[in-house]
C-alpha cells in the first residue's frame, strides 16, 4: 500500500508529461480483466442483496404485503445496471471522451427537470427524482459521473495550465458549482459536498497548486456555512451531529437509532435477519442507514469486513489509474474510484456519527436503482482503463 502511494505522488507529478504523448499503438497493451476489482464488487452487491432483503422485509411487508418487494426491485436494476457496465466496459473510451461536454448538459438538464411539475417526483419534502413513482430516476447519481467524465476529459487536455488558478483551475470550478446548488435546492446536502469532493479529488491529481485549492476552499466556505445556517433543516442536522443525545427522539433520532443498532451487534452480531432497529426504529434502514443495520446483525466483524472491501477496491483503482495509458484514462478511474470510496465513507462516517447526516447511500449495498447502476458503469469505467495498461507498469 505504501509503494502505491509513492507510485501515486509520482504520478501527479509525471502525468502531465509523459502521458500526453504516449502512442496508443505503442505504449500498451491490452490486459485481462482486473479479476480482484470484480470480486469485489461483486463482494459488496452479493451482501447488498442479503442485507436489503433483511433489512427492508418489516417494511416491504407492511407497506407492500410482499418481505421480497425491495430485493426484487433491486435485482431487476442489478440487471439493467450490469447490462449497462457490460456495454462501457467494451467502449471505445476516445468516444467518451469527445461525448463528455454532452455528458455534462444533459445532466445539468436533469438536475434542472426535478423542480418542473409534473416531471419531478416530491418525496419527504424534497425533489430530488424524475418520472414516476413506481419508476423514478435521481438525476443527481447521474450527475456525479457526467461531471467524473466531463472534469477527466477537461484535464486531459489542459497540461499544466491546471496550475493556473485563473486560465485552468476556476474555468473547471463553474460546472462544479452550477451542478452543487441545483443539487443543493432538492435539497440533497450530501450529494451536493460529494460533488464538490470529487472535483477537488481531481484537481489534486491533475496536480493543482494546493495553495489554489485552498483558496477556493477559503472563498466557498463562507457561503456553504450559510447555506446550511439559513435552512432550519440543514442547520438542525449539522447541531444534531455535534451532540445527538441533546434530542434523541427529534433531531439526534437518526444518529441515536444508529449507533444502538451499531452498539447491539457487538463483535460478533446479533445474527443475520435477527435485528430489532429495522422494525421502524430506524429510519432509512434499507438506504442510508443499512451499515447500521448490517453491523447490528454481522456485528464489528461483518462491518470491518465491508470497510476492508472497499479499501481492497480503492486499491485496484489506483492501480489501475497508475498504469493507465493516457491522461484521460488516467482521471477517469481517479474520478470513478474517488466516486464511490468518498461516498462510502461518508455513509459510513454519518451511521457512526463521524459524520454529518447526508443521505448518501452506501455503494453497492444500499437499496436504490439509479445509485447501484451509475456505481456499476463507474466500475466499468475503471475496468475499461485497466483493459489497456501501460507496457512499463506494473500488474
Not at 110 to 126: A, C, E, S, T, Y
Not at 371 to 386: C, F, K, R, T, Y
Request: aromatic share 12%; hydrophobic share 55%.
Amino acid at each position: 500500500m505504501l509503494s502505491s502511494s509513492r507510485a501515486l505522488k509520482r504520478g501527479r507529478k509525471s502525468v502531465r508529461g509523459d502521458a500526453a504523448d504516449r502512442s496508443p499503438v505503442r505504449s500498451y497493451v491490452t490486459a485481462a480483466p482486473d479479476v480482484v476489482l470484480f470480486a469485489v464488487v461483486a463482494t459488496l452487491v452479493g451482501i447488498g442483496l442479503v442485507m436489503i432483503f433483511s433489512a427492508s422485509s418489516a417494511t416491504a411487508y407492511a407497506e407492500h404485503s410482499d418481505i421480497a418487494y425491495y430485493v426484487k426491485r433491486q435485482l431487476i436494476w442489478l440487471i439493467v445496471g450490469l447490462a449497462a457496465a457490460f456495454a462501457v466496459y467494451k467502449m471505445d473510451l476516445t468516444r467518451l471522451k469527445r461525448a463528455a461536454p454532452y455528458l455534462l448538459v444533459a445532466a445539468v438538464v436533469g438536475l434542472v427537470l426535478v423542480f418542473v411539475p409534473h416531471i419531478g417526483v416530491g418525496v419527504n419534502g424534497g425533489r430530488r427524482w424524475i418520472g414516476f413513482s413506481s419508476l423514478s430516476l435521481e438525476p443527481s447519481e447521474f450527475a456525479k459521473l457526467a461531471l467524473v467524465i466531463y472534469l477527466s476529459a477537461m484535464l486531459a487536455n489542459r497540461g499544466d495550465r491546471i496550475t493556473s488558478l485563473v486560465r485552468g483551475l476556476f474555468p473547471l470550478c463553474v460546472p462544479v458549482l452550477i451542478m452543487a446548488v441545483l443539487v443543493l435546492k432538492e435539497p440533497d446536502m450530501g450529494t451536493a459536498s460529494l460533488l464538490v469532493f470529487i472535483a477537488f479529488t481531481l484537481f489534486f491529481a491533475a496536480g493543482a497548486r494546493v495553495f489554489h485549492l485552498i483558496a477556493i476552499m477559503a472563498v466557498t466556505a463562507p457561503m456553504a456555512v450559510l447555506s446550511v445556517l439559513a435552512s432550519p433543516y440543514r442547520r438542525a442536522r449539522v447541531f444534531a451531529f455535534l451532540d445527538p443525545w441533546k434530542d434523541p427522539q427529534n433531531t439526534g433520532f437518526h444518529i441515536v437509532q444508529s449507533l444502538l443498532a451499531l452498539g447491539s451487534g457487538g463483535i460478533f452480531g446479533m445474527g443475520l435477519g435477527a435485528s430489532r432497529a429495522k422494525f421502524f426504529y430506524l429510519p432509512e434502514q434499507y438506504t442510508d442507514f443499512i451499515f447500521s443495520v448490517l453491523g447490528e446483525e454481522l456485528g464489528l466483524i461483518g462491518a470491518f469486513a465491508v470497510v476492508v472491501l472497499f479499501v481492497a477496491f480503492i486499491y485496484r483503482a489506483v492501480r489501475i489509474a497508475l498504469a493507465a495509458p493516457d491522461r484521460f484514462g488516467y482521471f477517469l478511474a481517479c474520478g470513478c474510484g474517488a466516486m464511490i470510496a468518498i461516498q462510502a465513507f461518508m455513509n459510513i462516517g454519518v451511521v457512526t456519527s463521524s459524520w454529518p447526516v447526508t443521505g448518501v447511500p452506501l455503494p453497492f449495498v444500499s437499496f436504490g436503482g439509479s445509485s447501484l447502476v451509475v456505481n456499476l458503469i463507474a466500475v466499468a469505467l475503471i475496468a475499461n482503463v485497466g483493459r489497456h495498461r501501460r507496457l512499463n507498469a506494473g500488474q
